[in-house]
């Protein structure tokens, strides 16, 4: 009987044993955290503190800290051990801004995850130094084409690394951007430009210039317009009222085509209301001249043979609608006469 009562000791000295394993294994977890104060603030140092528990698994803490609540630097992480108590914790930060606000929070993580600690914040001691100048940025001029443009502007860096881009857009919202491209780190204004691509046709747009230097110093330049060409945009125009005729009856209308795409369309000759000579096609490239040959009808042949010059009315149609209108002078150039 003893033998098997000691058994029995043995064996309930086991499931205790196995119990307190159990509810230490539940315990475990996350790590709680909570941001404390500062002290031995400096001009340019600090303590931070805070407490970690680290809920019965192995931990390590650590400080985020920095001018905004983006933090953007972080101490060394530290153990601080696998109990389940609230232990203080402090990290030493240094090389920190004289006169000058910080954020900083606590963070913990172990197995079961990571913790962060809410937002605090301190300033140092000391005079604030003076800000770092902002570079400069003027939008430029514009050269658009049908579908596309080239903006210019120039940007002084102010003697620091600075990048920058172009915004634009049918709005002042803009709404679209080039890829940023550095402009240097001199102090002086240095031009600067980007090709715009994809654009509609006979449209407004609005563009500027943004430069931005070192910790996101941002400068924008004045909102500016240029306007794509196309189809609307294209003019025709008279280069020449002359026009001399050879034998064959064949004579030249100069004309300039004015904008983004090419001029097409139909011209006719006229005089006293009769028509004298029809060319039903013709094309013109963009910003561009030529002559747009025609041949004179048997009327206007027997005229001009007649004559040796006359005036008549020029009537040239682009297929953009617009219609041209003015006076010719042909003059019979062929020593021999009109052919027909």
Known sequence: MRRFAALGVVT???????????????????????????????????????????????TS???????????????????????????????????????????????????SGTTVGADATFRTTGTAPPPAPKPVATTGSAAATIAGATVNGTVNPQGRPTSYYFEFGETTNYGSQTPPQGAGAGTRAVAVQAGLSGLRTDTTYHYRLVAVGPNNTVATGDDRTFVTSGTGSTRLSFFGHTSFTDQNGVGGVFLGC????????????????????????????????????????????????SRGTMNVKTTVLNANGQRMTGTTKLIRYATNGLKG
């Open 258 to 305: 004015f904008g983004g795409v090419e001029c097409r369309g139909s011209m006719r000759l006229e005089r006293s209301g009769k028509l004298l000579g029809e060319r039903n096609g013709y094309t013109i490239r963009a910003n561009n001249g030529g002559i747009v040959h025609i041949t004179l009808n048997d009327l206007g042949k027997s005229l001009l043979r």
């Open 61 to 111: 803490f650590a400080f985020q800290y920095g001018t905004t609540a983006d933090y953007g630097r972080q101490t060394r992480p530290v153990t601080v051990g696998s109990d389940s108590t609230d232990r203080a914790v402090t990290a030493d930060v240094d090389e920190l801004t004289p006169g000058t606000e910080y954020h900083y929070r606590v963070i913990a993580t172990n197995a």
């Open 12 to 58: 309930l000295a086991l499931f205790a044993s196995t119990a307190v394993l159990s509810s230490s294994a539940l315990a475990a977890g996350a790590p709680t955290v909570a941001t404390g104060t500062t002290s031995n603030i400096t001009d340019t140092r600090a303590a931070l503190n805070g407490t970690v528990n680290a809920q019965g698994e192995a």
